[in-house]
């Protein structure tokens, strides 16, 4: 079954609002990693966390992994509609050391 | 920055018939290369990882005689569905990494339609 869960599964904020997503695995990860996905297109790597408690920022993107490396989450402050995407968390871990997408969060911005 | 691309963008086959999308990495050797399926607002799911020069590995569940995946050179993996059915219809997206734990470069994707 799937290992890695995100919620919410979708999201509906305003333009302006902020938005998180967040990111939980059954089994601990070496890394984590976010990617976003447009309508109609495919993942873009945005960014990998390595460290426990790691915080890592890009303008107006905050991600963080969590003291347990089970866990992350991406935060979004003063959504814009350029943010509209599937936002997918993913991984490295398990005993197979065997790569995890998570389920997605979609978001969309409303103007 | 690194490009993957993948041809055919998109194929329609008849039931029955073989279908083969290839993966390129234009600008980096890719030492590992992933091949995903996608189905409508749901998430990837990883099918098999192929290294150069060595059988693919297969996720539990993906049929191996089925998927057929060959990667022959550091820049190129290619996915062969065979005889395809209609539920073998799908978005197919093949990623590389120059190196297994660096980020993964997806390729643009393939639209199958098996009728």
């Known amino acids: 079954g799937q290992q890695v869960m995100q919620i919410p599964q979708y999201q509906h904020v305003q333009e302006g609002e902020d938005f998180t997503t967040y990111c939980n695995s059954s089994t601990t990860l070496s890394n984590i990693q976010w990617y976003k996905q447009r309508p109609g297109g495919h993942p873009v790597f945005l960014i990998q966390?390595?460290?426990?408690?790691e915080v890592k920022k890009q303008k107006r993107l905050t991600f963080q992994f969590g003291e347990a490396k089970k866990n992350s989450s991406l935060h979004i402050t003063a959504t814009q509609t350029t943010d509209v995407g599937t936002y997918f968390c993913?991984?490295?871990?398990?005993?197979?050391?065997?790569?995890?997408f998570g389920t997605g969060t979609s978001l969309t911005v409303i103007p | 920055g690194a490009v993957v691309s993948q041809h055919p963008s998109w194929v329609i086959c008849k039931s029955g018939t073989s279908v083969k999308i290839e993966c390129r990495s234009l600008?980096?050797?890719?030492?590992?290369m992933f091949w995903y399926r996608q189905f409508p607002k749901q998430s990837l799911m990883l099918m098999a990882t192929s290294n150069e020069g060595s059988k693919a590995t297969y996720e539990q569940g993906v049929e191996k005689d089925k998927f057929l995946i060959n990667h022959a050179s550091l820049t190129l993996s290619t996915l062969t569905v065979t005889s395809a059915h209609p539920e073998d219809s799908s978005f197919y997206i093949c990623?590389?990494?120059?190196?297994?734990?660096?980020?993964?470069?997806f390729g643009p994707g393939t639209r199958l339609t098996v009728t």
């Open positions: 600008d980096f050797q890719a030492t590992t």
């Open positions: 966390l390595v460290k426990s408690g």
């Open positions: 990623s590389a990494v120059p190196n297994p734990i660096y980020e993964q470069y």
């Open positions: 993913a991984g490295w871990g398990g005993t197979g050391n065997q790569f995890y």
